[in-house]
């Protein structure tokens, strides 16, 4: 449940560095913000694999690059469902899914596949912890 909520609250970060960042992207509060991280996790985990498994042949075509305008539709049929978070244009959307992208992999990078933080231990010459 711990993992859960955690990844959760990285997607509504992820939103929220979106929202600062591209204009056309906007969470009119922070209730519809968290509306909008749990639908978008329930999206990626569900219907995201189908798509990129049914778009396969073009994927491969365009060098994965086909993913992007994936995510891209994905965020915007979150904005469809979650009536407070709105993407004005699909360039807004693609742009949007871009940065989400990047923000929850580097977020990811520090959380192990059982939902905890991950830190690397230093050990120095003499065997004992830093």
Known sequence: ??????RWSMNLLALVVAASLINGIKIQSISMGILA??????????????VLVLT???TVLTLGL??????AVMLQ??????????????RAAFWGGLIISLVSWML?????GDGKFVYIKTI??????Q
């Open 1 to 6: 449940m711990t993992g859960f909520i955690l």
């Open 66 to 71: 086909f993913t992007l305008v994936i995510n």
């Open 77 to 90: 049929l979150v904005a469809f469902l979650v009536p407070g978070f709105t993407i004005e244009t699909f």
């Open 108 to 112: 990811n990078l520090f959380v192990g």
């Open 56 to 58: 396969l042949p073009i």
């Open 37 to 50: 991280a749990g639908i978008l996790s329930v999206v990626n985990a569900v219907i995201r694999p189908i």
């Open 124 to 129: 120095r010459k003499d065997g004992r912890r």
